[in-house]
Each structure stands twice: as structure tokens, then as C-alpha cells.
């Protein structure tokens, strides 16, 4: 097709839908006769077709020149006010360059193209920090305007920072905390409202997401593989209106890279690593990318293995590096571009993680011993099916995405002696716990486009959640049959419409509102209750909630660049029942409420971001104050069994900031700091609470950095040195403190050397330079927890080797 032959659609019609303009025939725009201008681009990644008619329109200019040999396939996201000729060469992907004919059209043309042409950028010339853009507040925009309080992990980020998991990242994530349970067991936590370190009924406080689809409801965060993913986003405070229940903290979002039908491409990578005081360690990953119909299609896959040394001895059992954990799975995802704009994507995700004991210390016998009775093994089967359909039209993006996930855990506690009262062992006893989770969640999003002083999303979700719990005491030394504690079954149905609009007041001063209407509904069934001392009748209980959660947010652009917003927004979780605290056997139960209510939470912040330096720095930092009402948390029983309790009233005001800093091709740096002041202001009766000592498991204070430096080593290869160093400060186990809950107060670093060209990457690290021992989470066994201090060490140092290549 050359641009005599070409058949034409101008900009102007196409206003009227892109569903006229056949993506595989891409037609040119009728010229106007004013100059190109300026423009306010919002170009999300998609087929290459669809974006180029998408851009033709938002710039009022005409493309042609489709198909080209060697160009074709996904389209890179631009976001800004910017020249049209900028724009162009930022969207098109590898293998593609353009040609100007004149002062308002473009041709495209595979490359390789004449100097100065749309062609890549020369080698070591450094990307600006505002060409990253980010989807966590369900539009495309860039990372440097974005007027919320949001952090991003590119994958060039994650490679350098050998983010195979989020919690690799997290320290570099400004106010984000993990718990240290083991792998597939830990909880997130971001701006410091925690609900306590167990997992129990409370749905999580941080909404955990893959590309499109929430994952979690109140299972622990499955510790997803990172191989092969785009970018990790954490958007911080409430997200009730755009998230729903469960977003209190914020939301952290894995974005995986998507199929390309631009041309086949693999990767592979393994590691082995050596851990002092430990075993060893290895992993191994591969990806590939195939085009197909023609360029108008892809799919991806990806699998990957590893396998975690442990380095917890157990002189009871006379056994050694007890912890070892393997990891496996894999990711399967499919794209195609159809006629009329639409774009449909449709994928599938397993990871099974193995634990062969817990990760807890415990006993006289040293700092990585545990003296249990019996090991404790966990085991964590997740599973994920998503579909998305996606149309482009110069009105409005439509984007429905659905998603069944299916979530096993099992564990098993050490219970020797603990159930007396019932009869249990008294040399070896054991305590499983077996969950499952079936969540369905569908969501339809629409969202405006094209430059206007009015600009809105709507979207419409509904999720339903089934959840079987399963507790059990049996004898291991000597064999005894298992008998239920108890067995449960929780349904909760959620639906919500929601909505935002945002309005330019003026040219500086932007007004954002918004409101999510929602209705919930939790059913739950139990029985089965065999350890009680008195005969306990089947429970069963219905718990209803609607209601509303606005946001408001004002915007003022001091500067293009530089951004000041205020806003507040409000979190919500639905309430629960309890399952009697006599099911636990004990002569004298403690007490616990049959059902525990609803939560919400206020947020207020004020918050700025600053691009300087012709982009090169990248400053944003916040202020916020957050009140929570009705808190709920799950806490243990005497008995060891898990309960949820209203425990108050709390807030935690806090200062974060953050900065990316890249001068040159070779310097990259960021740094993170929190300050904050989490606290219970008014504590209930149902649970002890102290109100001096903040909330359990995040600390007052907590801080990251990271710099890494890249040189050109030798024709075809680059070198890099990175660093990076975390600290995290004290914090208490549980509400009611005490010596024996005492964790955090410590730092620790990594050093990374790597090599990579033609195709090749190598890197040597060493994790946990100095050795460091301190205590990340004083919990192991809540069976035990009362008689025996815990305490779980970082990961011992631990050298590293790694080689990939990719093609």
C-alpha cells in the first residue's frame, strides 16, 4: 500500500467511531490546511493498526503507509502534551520508523530508515523518567503527571533490582511493609494500616491485582514469580471508589508483559545461589512470544522453576536446613486484534509453592534453630483464568475483564500439648489447616478520550467469593486419626457502580469527584465442631452492608511540570462471622463476639510531584492522615484458633517521599522514606489493645535506596554496578505489645555486578551483604507463641550467579 493507493479517512470523520477504520487497511487523514500543533495524547499500548488511527485523530494529521515489511505488532503507550512528531516516534514499536511528507502527514516504514526519521534513540542516550506511564487509576497516564500517590517498578528496574518476587521489591516501594511468615504466606501493607500480622476473615487491607483482575480476597499474597512482567504499580491510600472492598492501604498491581505479534522472541535465565549457614538454591526461567494470522495475533508463555535452600535447624528431629521451599509455574496468554477496534486478550496462570518446614526460630538452641516437635510444612496452589475485551473509539475506551480464581492453602502447626483438654498428644500433635478459595470477579470499564476539559471513567463490577475452611488435630508421634476442630464455609457477593469525572476549572486547577455505590452480602455456614467440651449446634449467620464511597481531589499545576493535588477518599470491608471460641476445646474458652462488623476508613492527604532537570529528577512526596473506624483484626485465641474482632478505633498520620534520579545513560538512583505515626485512638473490649505502641507489624519509621551504574564495557556490551540498601524500624508483633512482640530495627543491602550484550546477560550478586540477623517477624506457631519466644531471621548472605539470554 503506498500513499497513492491509499484509501483515505479523515480525522474529523473518524471522531465518529474508530470502528469505521479497518485496522488492517489503515487509511490516511484528509490534510487540513493549518499547521500541526501541540497536542494532548493519550495513546494506550495497543495494536499497532488502532493506535496509529487513534494517534492520526488526537493530532488531526494524516498516517499511511500499512502494512510496511518488519513493522507491525503492539504499540507503545504514550501520555502528554507534546508535538505530534514526538508522539509518533514514541508509540511506534521495534522495527518501525516514519517518514514526513509534509507539514501535517507521516508515512510509516520498516526500518531500517534514513537518519533522523522516527528511528530509535542512539545508544546511551537515557530515557526521560516521564515516559513512564502507569494504569493504576484505570487510565493511561504518565507516571511524572499523575496527581496520586503512586510508585512504579519498570522491568529494566526489576531486572537490576532481581525483583523475582514483591517482596525483592517492596523495600524500594516508598511505605510499603511485608510480613516474613514463609513463601505464598506473607500479608502486605502500605502507608501503615494494618489490621494485624494473621491472616484470618478480614479481607486484606491492600488490594493485590494481576494486570486487570483482583487475586486476593483474604488469602495471604500467593508470591507470584516475577518473570516477565512489565512493571509492578503501588497505588497508596483508600481506593474505595475505583477498588472497592479491600483497598485500604492501597493497591498494588503486577503488570505482565504482553504477547507481541511483532516477531518471535525468547528468553531464558537460570540462577544458583549459596546462602551462608544454608543450602543451596537455584532457578530457572523461559519465556517465548510467537506471532500469529499474519501479525494480527500472539501468544506467550512462560515457565519457571526455583528452588529456595533453607537455613533453620532443628536439633529436636536432629535435621538441618529444614526450610527448603520449591516453587513452580507458569503463564499462557493470547492476543488478537479484530476488525472494528477490538482488541481481545486472554490468558492463564499456575504457581504452586511446596515448603517443606517453617522459617521461625524458637528455643535455647541458637539463633536459626527451632526446637518443635514435628515439622511444619506449608503448601500454596494458585490458580488464575482471565479473559479481556477491549474496543478503541475516539468517544470512550470499553474494557470488560473477567477472571475465576482458585486459591488452596494447607498448613500445619506444631500443637504438641496444646490441646490437653481434648485429648490431644502430648509428644507429638499437629494442627492442619486447609483453605480453599473459588473468587469470580467481573468488571466493565469505559473511559473518556481525546483532549477535553471534561474527562470520565464508569464502570460497573461484580464479584462472588466461596471459601472453604477446614481445621483438624490429629497425632503424629504416636499416629493418631485426625478429628475435626471445625469446618466452615464463607460466601461473599459484592456488586458496586462506580464513576469519575474530572473537570478542568482552568488551565491550572483540575477538580476530580467520585463515588462508588455498593452493595455486599457475606453467608456463612459451620459445624462440625468435635473438639468442644459441651455439644455445639451448627452455626450459620447472613451479614448485609451498602453504602457509598465518595472521593474528592483538587489539582493545581504550579508549573506544567510540577503538580500540588489534595484530595480524600474513604475504604470499606465488609463484616463476618466468628466461629465459636469453644470449638477449641479448653475447659475455660476465651470469649470471642459471634460476628464481627464492618470497617471504613478516611483519608485525607495532600501530595506534589516534581519533574526537574528536563526530567531527569523525579521528586514526589505526600502528607497524609487517615482515620479508621470499627478496625477490624484477626487475632489468636488462647486456644491458638484464629478470631476476628472490632478492636477500635485507629489513625496513622505520616509524611512519604520519594525520588528517581537518572542525570545521564549511565546513572540511575531512587530513594524512599517513610515517617509515620500509626496508633489505636480508642480501644474496645473485645481484645486487649495497648494505644502507645502503634499497629502490629509496621513500624514508625522505614526507608529504601537504590543506585546503579552502567557503562559502556566493550563493543556490544554494557557493564553495570548497582546497590541497594533497606531499613526498617520497630514495630510489635500484636495490639497488646510486650517484650516477646518486639521486631524490626534493622538494615540490610545488596550488591549486583552485571555484564550483558549480543543477547547475553550475566550477573553475580551477594543478598544480605553484612549478615544481618535481625528479627523481620516475631511469629511462627500461634500454638506455642505464649510459652516460647519466636523470631524469624533474615535470609542468611547469600551469593549469587545468574545467565540469561534472550533472542
Known amino acids: ?118 528511528a530509535p534513540a542512539a545508544p546511551g542516550t537515557p530515557a526521560r523518567l516521564d515516559e513512564v506511564v502507569v494504569t493504576a487509576e484505570k487510565r493511561t497516564e504518565p507516571l511524572a503527571r499523575a496527581a496520586a500517590a503512586i510508585s512504579v517498578a519498570t522491568r529494566e528496574e526489576l531486572e537490576s533490582l532481581d525483583g523475582r518476587t514483591f517482596g525483592a521489591v517492596a523495600p524500594q516501594m516508598v511505605s510499603v511493609a511485608v510480613t516474613n511468615l514463609g513463601p505464598g504466606r ?62 485500604m492501604g492501597g493497591i498494588v498491581r503486577i503488570v505482565t508483559a504482553s504477547p507481541d505479534p511483532s516477531g518471535f522472541a525468547g528468553e531464558v535465565s537460570m540462577e544458583a545461589l549459596t546462602t551462608q549457614h544454608g543450602g543451596p538454591s537455584n532457578a530457572v526461567d523461559a519465556m517465548l512470544n510467537a506471532p500469529l494470522a499474519g501479525g494480527r495475533a500472539a501468544v506467550r508463555a512462560v515457565i519457571y522453576e526455583d528452588e529456595s535452600g533453607g537455613y533453620i535447624d532443628n536439633p529436636e528431629l536432629g535435621l538441618s536446613d529444614v526450610n527448603t521451599s520449591r516453587r513452580w509455574g507458569g503463564r499462557l496468554a493470547a492476543l488478537a486484534a479484530l476488525p472494528g477496534a477490538w482488541t481481545l486478550t486472554g490468558g492463564l496462570a499456575h504457581q504452586s509453592i511446596d515448603t517443606d518446614d517453617a522459617q521461625y526460630t524458637q528455643g535455647a538452641g541458637g539463633p536459626r534453630t527451632r526446637d518443635t516437635s514435628i515439622r511444619e510444612p506449608n503448601r500454596n496452589d494458585f490458580s488464575e483464568y482471565s479473559f479481556t475485551a477491549a474496543h478503541a473509539s475516539q468517544l470512550a475506551d470499553l474494557k470488560v475483564s473477567s477472571a475465576y480464581i482458585d486459591h488452596g492453602l494447607k498448613t500445619r502447626y506444631d500443637a504438641t500439648g496444646a490441646f490437653r483438654a481434648a485429648g490431644g498428644s502430648t509428644t507429638g500433635g499437629a494442627f492442619d489447616e486447609d483453605k480453599r478459595i473459588k473468587l469470580w470477579a467481573t468488571e466493565a470499564l469505559a473511559t473518556s478520550r481525546g483532549p477535553s476539559r471534561l474527562r ?42 462506580y464513576g469519575e469525572l474530572t473537570y478542568d476549572l482552568t488551565g491550572r486547577l483540575s477538580l476530580t469527584a467520585g463515588a462508588r455505590g455498593f452493595a455486599t452480602q457475606v453467608a456463612t ?49 465488609a463484616g463476618g462471622f466468628n466461629v465459636p471460641s469453644a470449638a477449641g476445646g479448653s475447659l475455660t474458652p476465651q470469649r470471642a463476639p459471634a460476628r464481627f462488623s464492618p470497617d471504613h476508613l ?27 473506624i470499627g478496625l477490624q483484626t484477626d487475632q489468636r485465641l488462647g486456644s491458638g484458633l484464629l478470631v476476628t474482632v472490632n478492636i477500635g478505633d485507629g489513625s496513622n498520620t505520616g509524611l512519604e517521599a520519594e525520588a528517581l534520579w537518572q542525570p545521564n ?10 515517617l509515620e505515626d500509626p496508633q489505636i485512638t480508642r480501644a474496645a473490649d473485645a481484645f486487649p489493645a495497648r494505644r502507645d505502641i502503634g499497629l502490629p507489624g509496621v513500624p514508625f519509621d522505614m526507608g529504601g535506596a537504590f543506585v546503579r551504574y552502567r557503562w559502556q564495557a566493550s563493543r556490544g556490551w554494557t557493564a553495570e554496578l548497582s546497590g541497594q540498601l533497606s531499613f526498617v524500624g520497630r514495630s510489635f508483633l500484636t495490639f497488646d505489645g510486650g517484650a516477646d512482640n518486639r521486631q524490626g530495627g534493622y538494615a540490610s543491602g545488596r550488591v549486583a555486578a552485571t555484564l550483558s550484550g549480543h543477547g547475553w546477560r550475566a550477573t553475580a550478586f551477594v543478598d544480605n551483604v553484612g549478615d544481618e540477623t535481625g528479627n523481620t517477624f516475631a511469629f511462627g506457631n500461634p500454638f506455642s507463641r505464649q510459652r516460647f519466644t519466636q523470631a524469624t531471621p533474615l535470609r542468611p548472605r547469600t551469593i549469587g550467579l545468574g545467565l540469561g539470554r534472550s533472542f
Not at 483438624?472 to 457477593?493: C, F, N
Not at 478516611?602 to 479508621?628: C, K, N, Q
Open 602 to 628: 478516611w483519608s485525607y492527604e495532600v501530595g506534589a510531584g516534581a519533574p526537574l532537570f528536563d526530567h531527569r529528577l523525579l521528586l514526589r512526596a505526600a502528607v497524609f492522615h487517615a482515620d479508621w
Open 186 to 247: 506473607d500479608k502486605i501493607f502500605v502507608r501503615g494500616l494494618s489490621d494485624g500480622a494473621f491472616t484470618g476473615k478480614t479481607q486484606s487491607t491492600v488490594g493485590l491485582y494481576l494486570n486487570d483482575v483482583p487475586i486476593t480476597y483474604n488469602a495471604p499474597d500467593p508470591d507470584l514469580r516475577l518473570v516477565d512482567v512489565d512493571r509492578v504499580e503501588v497505588l497508596r491510600g483508600p481506593q474505595g471508589t475505583l477498588y472497592g472492598s479491600g483497598s
Open 456 to 497: 470520565w471513567l464508569a464502570g460497573a463490577f461484580v464479584a462472588y467469593s466461596d471459601e472453604m475452611d477446614a481445621a483438624a488435630l490429629l497425632g503424629i508421634s504416636p499416629h493418631e486419626p485426625a478429628r475435626p476442630v471445625y469446618r466452615r464455609r464463607d460466601e461473599l457477593t459484592e456488586a458496586a457502580l
Open 1 to 118: 500500500m503506498t500513499p497513492q493507493t491509499d484509501n483515505h479517512l479523515s480525522g474529523r470523520m473518524a471522531r465518529g467511531g474508530l470502528a469505521a477504520a479497518s485496522p488492517y487497511a489503515l487509511a490516511m487523514v484528509l490534510l487540513a490546511a493549518s499547521p500541526v500543533q501541540a497536542a494532548d495524547f493519550r495513546l494506550p499500548a495497543e495494536p499497532l493498526e488502532t493506535a496509529l488511527v487513534r494517534f492520526a485523530v488526537q493530532a488531526d494529521v494524516s498516517v499511511g503507509g500499512l502494512p510496511a515489511a518488519g513493522c507491525g505488532g503492539t504499540s507503545r503507550p504514550v501520555v502528554g502534551v507534546m508535538a505530534a512528531e514526538r508522539a509518533l516516534a514514541a508509540l511506534l514499536p521495534p522495527g518501525c520508523g516514519y517518514q514526513r511528507l509534509d507539514a501535517r502527514s507521516f508515512r510509516i516504514v520498516g526500518l531500517p530508515v534514513r537518519a533522523g526519521a522516527g
Open 525 to 573: 455456614r459451620a459445624g462440625d465442631f468435635s473438639l468442644s467440651q459441651t455439644p455445639l449446634d451448627p452455626m450459620r449467620g447472613k451479614l448485609t452492608d451498602a453504602g457509598v464511597a465518595p472521593k474528592l481531589r483538587l489539582t493545581y499545576a504550579v508549573t506544567p511540570d510540577i503538580l500540588v493535588y489534595a484530595q480524600m477518599q474513604k475504604g470499606y470491608r
Open 665 to 674: 545513560a549511565r546513572v540511575l538512583m531512587r530513594a524512599n522514606v517513610l
